[in-house]
């Protein structure tokens, strides 16, 4: 039994920070990845950010200087700490847990329930 878990959603105005928070196992066998994707209505699916079990990451380019992905594998908590919000990170936001140190979706076998974040101008 796998379930991912995330809180920490909400509207902000552009420029103010949130940190999004995701609570379930950090290692499941052969999905040692943990990240996050987001999808916006009418849009596909993005990757956010990925983080591997010792701590490599890896960053869309739209989020690389603002966002933070980290990770707690003493309390299998996977965190999004992002600052300096813009109107297009608007988008429901996605835990993951999958395969590959990959922003690439067919790489994830797990996904969270999703936690919308709103950002106004």
């Known amino acids: 039994q796998v379930q991912l878990v995330e809180s920490g959603g909400g509207s902000v105005q552009a420029g103010g920070s949130l940190q999004l928070v995701c609570t379930g196992p950090g290692y499941i066998h052969g999905n040692s990845y943990r990240g996050w994707f987001r999808q916006a209505p009418g849009k596909g699916r993005e990757g956010v950010a990925v983080?591997?079990?010792?701590?490599?990451?890896t960053y869309a380019d739209s989020v690389k200087d603002r966002f933070t992905v980290s990770r707690d594998n003493v309390k299998d908590i996977l965190y999004l700490q992002m600052n300096n919000l813009k109107p297009e990170d608007t988008a429901m936001y996605y835990c993951a847990a999958g395969r590959a140190l990959s922003l690439e979706s067919r790489w994830i076998s797990t996904w969270g329930q999703g936690a919308q974040v709103t950002v106004s101008s």
């Open positions: 983080i591997g079990y010792g701590g490599s990451t």
